[in-house]
């Protein structure tokens, strides 16, 4: 069984590759929810419903969230009575927000109700939150601070980041299901997907216990976010220098130094590779920019073969 660690567009490319690759017995996708928030009333989980609607095969293609042919009747009525816009709710995907939030009113854990969300859309693959308690994202930045849909969306992450928080992430447990992954013997490897290390991943290894046992397992793998100096998506890049970091896939070997034994980048970055294996990481030289459904299974299946050899 591989275990793949995943956050929002990026992380869910991949995980859509590894979810052609291998059997729905054979993967296991576990998402941050740091980027969960109450918004209107409804529990929101951005990176459970990117890792959803992509596995489903209903995932908006040009943005990377939200579904395939939204209608937006709800968000233009909302403008017209002068209510919030700021975060774009789509009529399809809007239902979603509703399930979820019945659901977990009615005493459902947040695991359960992905299962079932995930059963509907004909989702295969197990795909977990990686807990069932709240945790919350939180920026620091020259605006005060911000939770984490404010900072990402309303302000489009222009404001400057000083640091980042991860919300009752010490009092979080991983979902039952996410530790018993961690801990079936049958685990033959993580990969940690394509998603930014520090709003994504952080949060995950976060949870009390995880970031020793995934450090622990002989087989982790990670591709970086950034290729050639630049996130292929999302504020990476501009967050690493904000932080104090040099943008490119060495400062990612730096950050997961402990963590992983192999770290996957990109063809443009292959003169990092003897720095990157100086910190004790295999660099794995691939194309690491998948364009197309074609290219995220070609870089699911040359991660697994990374993973075993
Ligand atoms: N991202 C945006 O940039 N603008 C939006 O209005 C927006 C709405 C939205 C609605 C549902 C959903 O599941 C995701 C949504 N996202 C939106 C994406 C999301 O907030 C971020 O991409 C992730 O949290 C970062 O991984």
């Not at 740091?34 to 409804?42: A, I, N, S």
């Not at 939150?129 to 601070?145: A, F």
């Not at 991660?303 to 075993?308: D, E, G, P, T, W």
Request: hydrophobic share 45%.
């Amino acid at each position: 069984m591989i275990l793949a660690l995943a956050g929002g567009v990026g992380g869910a490319k991949l995980a859509a590759g590894l979810a052609r690759a291998l059997s729905p017995g054979e993967l296991t996708v576990v998402v941050n929810t740091g980027d969960d928030f109450d918004h209107l009333g409804l529990h929101v989980s951005p990176d459970l419903d990117t890792v959803m609607y992509t596995l489903a095969g209903v995932a908006n293609p040009q943005a990377g969230w939200g579904r395939e042919g939204e209608t937006w009747n709800f968000m233009q009525s909302m403008a017209t009575l002068g209510g919030p816009t700021w975060f774009q709710l789509g009529d399809k995907d809007l239902a979603t927000h509703i399930e979820r939030t019945r659901c977990l009113r009615s005493g459902e854990s947040l695991t359960s109700v992905t299962r079932a969300l995930c059963g509907r859309l004909g989702v295969r693959h197990a795909v977990l939150p990686m807990s069932d308690d709240p945790v919350r994202t939180v920026v620091h930045t020259e605006k005060g601070e911000l939770d984490f849909q404010h900072y990402f969306v309303r302000e489009r992450c222009k404001p400057r980041v000083s640091r980042i928080e991860y919300h009752k992430a010490s009092a979080a447990r991983p979902s039952p299901q996410f530790a018993a992954a961690l801990a079936d013997p049958a685990l033959e490897g993580i990969v940690i997907c394509p998603s930014n290390p520090y709003l994504s991943i952080a949060p995950i290894l976060a949870i009390p216990g995880v970031r020793d046992v995934v450090a622990r397992c002989p087989r982790v793998l990670a591709v970086s976010p950034i290729i050639a100096g630049k996130a292929v998506k999302g504020p990476a890049a501009k967050l690493m220098q904000e932080l104090g970091a040099q943008p490119g896939a060495l400062e990612i070997a730096r950050w997961y130094r402990g963590i992983v034994r192999t770290l996957v980048i990109d063809r443009s970055d292959a003169a990092l590779a003897p720095q990157i294996e100086a910190l004790g990481i295999v660099a794995a030289v691939e194309d690491a920019l998948m364009r197309d459904d074609a290219g995220r299974e070609r870089l699911a299946r040359a991660c697994l073969a990374r993973l075993v050899r």
